[in-house]
């Protein structure tokens, strides 16, 4: 069973910067594809970053803003937000596929971040 737990969250002020991490078993995090997605009050849930082949994807409107990367040591994936917005404001959730042609299929509880204007 794929477990994934984030952490990181909170409450910041716009142009702030949070980081994000989101922890897996080694097994999991050796052999699944990790990604962030985000959903707003009454909005549908967003891509938010991930890895496909090997390379980076981004969301658009946080490009520029956001980097994901992996801590291998430490089994996490970390999303950095930087320049925040009061749009970023939404639960952040990891998320993990069997491969970059795969959809999506494990969650995690999700994180809150709100960012006060």
């Known amino acids: 069973q794929v477990q994934l737990v984030e952490s990181g969250g909170g409450l910041v002020q716009a142009g702030d910067s949070l980081r994000l991490t989101c922890a897996a078993s080694e097994r999991t995090f050796s052999t699944w594809n990790m990604g962030w997605f985000r959903q707003a009050p009454g909005k549908e849930r967003e891509f938010v970053a991930g890895f496909t082949f090997g390379d980076t994807r981004y969301g658009d409107s946080v490009k520029d803003r956001f980097t994901i990367s992996r801590d291998v040591a430490k089994n996490t994936v970390i999303l950095q937000m930087n320049s925040l917005k009061p749009e970023d404001t939404a639960v952040y959730y990891c998320?993990?596929?069997?491969?970059?042609?795969?959809?999506?299929?494990?969650w995690g509880q999700g994180t809150q971040v709100t960012v006060s204007s």
């Open positions: 998320a993990a596929r069997t491969s970059s042609l795969a959809r999506y299929s494990a």
